[in-house]
Antibody, heavy 123, light 107 residues
Framework: QVTLKESGPALVKPTQTLTLTCTFSGFSLNTSGMCVSWIRQPPGKALEWLALIDWDDDKYYSTSLKTRLTISKDTSKNQVVLTMTNMDPVDTATYYC???????????????WGQGTLVTVSS | DIQMTQSPSSVSASVGDRVTITCRASQDINSWLAWYQQKPGKAPKLLIYVASNLQSGVPSRFSGSGSGTDFTLTISSLQPEDFATYYCQQASSFPITFGQGTRLEIK
């Protein structure tokens, strides 16, 4: 059974750096094609993809947020970490991690997803 | 970035109705499209991948079609548990992008 779970602070102050950890089980990020992504959703709004890291340690980022994001993995711990710098109240959202697979030409859908973690940015 | 546009933004329907949601990509994405269902307070759930492939465990009343820039998600006979928000997502190239969502409400 594949599971993912997000962890991190529920509240951060403006300008601070957010660090989120996705801890997963049931698959290995050493397996060819495997990837983990971060996606967020502000309250009442649509999903927004943030970043993806694959088995080969290739990293991909949202165009609008790439200067603020860093994704990394620790395969020994089955964890993927996302950092987002210079947090602002508009970054208040539920942050999800999800597994996918990267084929030669594209990626498959995100499945499964973690339960999500709500991060509020406020002073 | 590839823009994904869903229509309608919301739709009201009754149990037993057939419903179709459309998703248009701003450029050709071949068949690299996925559909998700999200219920309030829950994480999204993958329904369809590569435009028309039903994810394991998803009821057969859900189906997807299309290629290139135009795609549809069809629910053949709405059940009470299908009232939710639906998102499309392109998987053709980075950055990955989602549609703005379609809220399916009970009439």
């Amino acid at each position: 059974q594949v599971t993912l779970k997000e962890s991190g602070p529920a509240l951060v102050k403006p300008t601070q750096t957010l660090t989120l950890t996705c801890t997963f089980s049931g698959f290995s990020l050493n397996t060819s094609g495997m990837c983990v992504s971060w996606i967020r959703q502000p309250p009442g709004k649509a999903l927004e993809w943030l970043a993806l890291i694959d088995w080969d340690d290739d990293k991909y980022y949202s165009t609008s947020l790439k200067t603020r994001l860093t994704i990394s993995k620790d395969t020994s711990k089955n964890q993927v970490v996302l950092t987002m710098t210079n947090m602002d109240p508009v970054d208040t959202a539920t942050y999800y991690c999800a597994r996918t697979q990267h084929l030669a030409v594209a990626i498959l859908g995100f499945d499964p997803w973690g339960q999500g973690t709500l991060v509020t940015v406020s002073s | 970035d590839i823009q994904m546009t869903q229509s309608p933004s919301s739709v009201s329907a009754s149990v037993g109705d057939r419903v179709t949601i459309t998703c248009r990509a701003s450029q050709d994405i071949n068949s690299w499209l996925a559909w998700y269902q999200q219920k309030p307070g829950k994480a999204p759930k993958l329904l369809i991948y590569v435009a028309s492939n039903l994810q394991s465990g998803v009821p057969s009343r859900f189906s997807g079609s299309g290629s290139g820039t135009d795609f549809t998600l069809t629910i053949s006979s709405l059940q009470p548990e299908d009232f939710a928000t639906y998102y499309c997502q392109q998987a053709s190239s980075f950055p990955i992008t989602f549609g703005q969502g379609t809220r399916l409400e009970i009439k």
